[in-house]
């Protein structure tokens, strides 16, 4: 079966388990609340429907809930289960399909089934053997009638069992209810057939939220007005076979078995399996002795005890050690063991592990003995005793943790660890007598001992020769000299005052060690380690750490952090691939033999010097770096760096630096933000596919050789006076504001830069007729910025670029109308598309002359030319013979099928003349051929005073700020956006004609137009029915 399959199958298993819980739970507890949450009870209606009080149960009450639990997990083998008598408070009307709004549920709680409870009570009920026959072996029990081929419970109908056919419709269900909750001593503790048949027909609609579905076939539609029910059979078949149905109770918790036993024999039968009993926990719950005994007695095959916050634990327990036989593990947390319990864990011969956590032990004395001859781990943890003597010949595991105890008596020759940690009490002769008295000790832990002392770990390095792993954290007086260790491996000392330099040397003789911590070692000023096994190490927080040096070949693991005074690094070792030095302020000379490092990060190593880039050259020691992080190093002037395997660079915030250059052919990225200062830079060669150098404005001179450079910013470098760009991938130069680029800089470019697409060149002052004319070698250029230059002569760029589609001259204040005759007279330039002459000193003529005649532009800026006076389409003499006069009458939208409009050449799209502060009339006629013409921006304008347009498709004019505007005549059967803000000499009668022709306006702005009032907003309507939307504030 495939992965897939399995966890489909598994889902529709617990789905019916589910189901099958459902039905389990009506019994009068819910899964989730009966044993994880207090129960509430809910008060008797007061028939008018009000809100239902809750209270809280007593505590008597919950200890009957914990009883009743507790029953369902024997069996309910002579249980006695108090419920109380159960008295509906109303009956039901007539032919209601309403159920009881609440139910008494005394110590049980309420139980909700979809909304409301529904739990037939019995008086004083005692569950006896017989009433569980299946659990016994009797041969007797719930009737219930078996599927031949599923063997599977059949319930019966709620029709049949109920005895509910009879034809009487006032208070049916009531009845029904009576008569399932009157049982006897003799009936079974699961579900009866009426109760389940009961519970089947509320949830016949599949609901959970809904009311029970009125059993009532046909109702009135069949005209029988007595109110009689046609109940139809309710079969479940539950195909689970023991052995999935063992599998999917394996997911459930002890609760939710007892839960599920008391669905039915079966599930009771799979519930009670001994798999699912290997461990009794009991957690913070009332239990008498009588029935923890019978547990005991049921589950006799219980190998682990847990138990947590139960009263007389220790009576509980050594009831447990006599009558389980094979109990293995014994957990105990919270409360008070004497001396009784200690001495009876011989009576449990199987016993191995035994953990005691936070606890009171021994009687008045507070002495305990432990002795057990098969005990392997012991426990004892956050307990308050005295004295504690463990003789214990199997035990290898012994943790005493924050015990409270001033002595402690070990014969455990075969201990091999030893927990002592936080033993504040316990001396440095009791430390010494514990430990020395255990000869196989591996593993030691006596941190927060604060008593111990350096002869103590000489006895233990004498009497404990195998000892691999050490932790002495905050021991104050140890300083761990002359202490010899030769098969240590771990070894911890965080927060010991006394460790020095002196100190090393001692370390240095555990020529097995692994794993060294020093944090927080105030007085160590240096460490200097020749270890071969040595793996990893930590220095933190060390306030007077100036010298580091270690060698070892398997070292791969380095943290030194908050060193304020270290000066000096030294670090040879083949098997370390990252190294982080970060904020190690006073770092000045590092030196690396690291032949596998990858990743280094010296961010804010702010003392770091020139020399450190010889480490990560090529012959420096780490031939594989690949990542370089040197940010903020503000001692750092000049970086040359030579490295075949580097492959990223940061030098961030490195203000300092004024020159760099980098010999790095596989370099792919680099980041120089915030290098305010760098004046000189050579990148050759790199690997980079793109760089940004527009943030170093000091950039003086330049040098690049990236073969696979495609996009190159310099934007801002405003020194940049000499630039060598060989880069023939390169397909983007934005150059803009490059003062001081000189021609012969583009000249060198141009020539080993032939891919070049995009050229920007915006403010380049420098830049002549002898640069532009190196443009011929830029075959492929589509888009060109000479905004903001003092050019005259384009005719290079006439002449050169044949395949330029952008020509962007905006702010150009020295051209004329000659600079552009090319254009308009001689056709060059086929292929534009796009044309900013914006803020230029070209006039009216050279202006309509090029929209005239340059029929392919589609998008032409004109903002805030101030030669332009009037926009009069075709005053220039220029007309098409090919296009007649009457293209199609002003009323017609569809002009797309029109021949003329086919023949059509003009392509303009976008026209826009924003801020032109002469212009006085706009008028474009049907003779001007603009059928492509969509949107025209005259905002701002403020001299406009008459606009006349008929161009078919256009869709938006904005008119804003045309504070002169006073004639307004507009043929556009396409327009649906009209911005009219600010016009404030714009009458109400000439907007009405002129939006009387624009049959799909929608939007129309008039926010600031005094003389259109309010009043005239619905005629306006009523002259051009598409419109949606008037914008103004004097819309309420």
Not at 70 to 85: A, E, H, P, T
Request: net charge negative; charged share 20%; aromatic share 4%.
């Amino acid at each position: 079966m495939s992965a897939g399959g399995t966890d489909s199958w598994k889902r529709e298993a617990i789905l019916v388990l589910g189901l099958r819980l459902g039905l389990g739970l009506g019994l009068g507890f819910t899964a989730s609340g009966m044993a994880d949450r207090r129960m509430k009870a809910v008060a008797d209606d007061d028939g008018v429907g009000g809100d239902d009080e809750v209270r809280e149960l007593e505590p008597e009450e919950e200890e009957e809930l914990v009883e009743w639990e507790l029953g369902l997990s024997l069996g309910r083998r002579g249980w006695k289960v108090r419920r109380r008598q159960w008295n509906p408070t109303r009956e039901q009307g007539v032919g209601s399909s309403r159920p009881l709004q609440s139910l008494r549920l005394g110590a049980l709680g309420e139980d909700r089934l979809g909304e409301r409870a529904f739990v037939p009570l019995a008086p004083e009920l005692v569950l006896k053997d017989e009433d569980f026959p299946e659990v016994l072996g009797i041969n007797g029990g719930w009737d219930m009638e078996r599927d031949s081929q599923h063997k599977r419970p059949k319930v019966i109908d709620f029709g049949e069992a109920c005895h509910c056919t009879d034809a009487s419709s006032s208070g049916a269900e009531a009845s029904a209810l009576l008569n399932a909750g009157e049982h006897n001593a003799q009936s079974s503790s699961v579900l009866s057939e009426n109760e389940m048949a009961y519970y089947l027909s509320l949830f016949s609609n599949d609901s959970y939220d809904k009311k029970p579905r009125d059993a009532t076939d046909g109702g009135g539609a069949d005209g029988n007005s007595s109110g009689s029910r046609n109940v139809e059979d309710i079969e479940i078949r539950m195909d689970l076979s023991d052995d999935l149905l063992h599998l999917i109770f394996s997911f459930l918790g002890q609760k939710d078995l007892c839960r599920a036993g008391a669905t039915c024999k079966q599930w009771l039968s799979a519930s009670a399996h001994e798999d699912f009993w290997r461990c009794l926990k009991f957690e913070n719950t009332g239990i008498s002795f009588h029935n923890f005994a019978t547990i005991c007695r049921r589950y006799q095959n219980a190998t682990e005890l847990s138990m947590s916050g139960i009263p007389n634990a220790d009576v509980l327990v050594m009831e447990a050690m006599t009558s389980l036989r094979r109990l293995e593990t014994i957990f105990l947390e919270r409360g008070q063991l004497g001396d009784e319990f200690f001495r009876s864990l011989t009576e449990c011969p199987a016993l191995t592990t035994l953990s005691i956590c936070d606890a009171s032990l021994g009687n008045g004395i507070q002495e305990i003995s432990v002795h057990h001859d098969k005990l392997h781990d012991l426990h004892i943890v956050k307990c308050r005793v005295l004295r504690i003597s463990v003789r214990c010949p199997q035990l290898q595991k012994l943790s005493l943790k924050r015990t409270s105890m001033a002595h402690a008596l070990l014969h455990c020759p075969l201990l091999h660890e030893l927990d002592l940690s936080s033993c504040h009490k316990l001396s440095d002769a009791a430390i010494r007598s514990a430990t020395t008295s255990c000869p196989l000790l591996a593993s030691l832990d006596m941190s927060s001992c604060s008593c111990l002392s350096d002869e103590t770990l000489r006895e233990i390095a004498f009497s404990c020769p195998n000892l691999c792993v050490l932790d002495v954290s905050n021991c104050p007086n140890i300083s761990f000299e002359s202490v010899r260790l030769p098969m240590l491996i771990d070894l911890k000392l965080h927060t010991c005052e006394g460790i020095t330099a002196a100190s090393m040397s001692a370390i240095s003789h555990s020529r097995m060690l692994e794993a060294l911590q020093l944090d927080n070692c105030g007085l160590l000023t240096s460490v200097s380690l020749d270890m071969p096994h040595l793996r990893n190490i930590s220095l933190v927080h060390l306030r007077k750490f100036v010298d580091l040096n270690l060698r070892s070949p398997v070292l791969s693991y380095i943290k030194v952090s908050r060193c304020s005074a270290l000066h000096r690094i030294s670090i040879t070792s083949n098997a370390l691939q990252k190294l982080v030095l970060q904020k190690q302020e006073s770092l000045s000379t590092l030196s690396l033999q690291c032949h596998n490092l990858i990743e280094v990060d010296l961010s804010d190593c702010e003392s770091l010097t020139n020399s450190v880039c010889e480490v990560f050259s090529d012959g420096g020691g780490c031939p594989m770096l690949r990542s370089l992080i040197l940010d903020n190093c503000e001692s750092l002037s000049m970086v040359r760096l030579s490295s075949s395997s580097l492959i990223s660079l940061s030098l961030a915030d490195c203000r300092s630096m004024t020159f760099i250059e980098l010999s790095c052919p596989n370099l792919q990225k680099i980041n120089l933000d915030g290098c305010d200062h760098l004046e000189k830079a050579s990148f050759c060669p790199v690997g980079l596919e793109s760089l940004n150098l527009g943030i170093c404005p000091k950039l003086s001179i330049l040098q690049i050789e990236a073969p696979k450079m495609s996009i190159l910013e310099l934007k801002g470098c405003g020194m940049l006076s000499q630039a060598s760009i060989n880069c023939p991938r390169l397909t983007s130069l934005d150059a803009s504001f490059c003062r001081q680029l000189l021609d012969d800089s583009l000249s060198k470019t141009a020539a080993s830069c032939p891919h070049i697409q995009y050229l920007i060149l915006s403010s380049c002052l420098s830049i002549g007729v002898d640069g532009l004319s190196s443009l011929h070698w830029l075959r492929q250029l589509t888009l060109l910025d000479l905004s903001y230059t003092f050019l005259t002569n384009l005719r290079p760029v006439f002449d050169s670029c044949s395949q330029l589609k952008i020509l962007k001259l905006s702010a150009c204040k020295y051209l004329t109308d000659s600079s552009l005759e090319a254009l308009y007279k001689e056709d060059a330039l086929p292929a534009l598309l796009e044309l900013d002459l914006s803020y230029s000193s070209v006039g009216q003529t050279a202006i309509l002359e090029l929209l005239a005649c340059c029929t392919n532009l589609v998008h032409v800026n004109l903002n805030g030319c101030t030669n332009l006076n009037e926009l009069v389409w075709g005053s220039s003499g220029y007309h098409s013979s090919e296009m007649p006069v009457d293209i199609c009458p002003s009323n017609s939208i569809p002009v797309e099928n029109n021949e003329a409009f086919k023949k059509s050449d003009c392509l303009l799209e976008v026209l826009n003349c924003t801020g032109c502060p002469n212009i006085k009339k706009v008028l474009i006629p049907l003779t001007a051929h603009c059928l492509h013409l969509s949107k025209i921006n005259l905002n701002l304008s403020t001299n406009l005073k008459e606009v006349d347009l008929m161009c078919f498709n256009l869709c938006t004019l904005n008119l804003s700020n045309c504070s002169s505007l006073e004639v307004l005549k507009l043929d556009c059967p396409r327009l649906t956006n009209l911005q009219l803000l600010a016009c404030i000499m714009l009458e109400e009668e000439e907007l009405e004609s002129a939006i009387s022709h624009c049959e799909v306006l929608e939007t129309l702005n008039l926010h600031s137009c005094p003389k259109i009032n309010a009043e005239d907003f619905d005629k306006l309507r009523v002259i051009c029915p598409s419109l949606k939307r008037i914008q103004s504030s004097l819309m309420g």
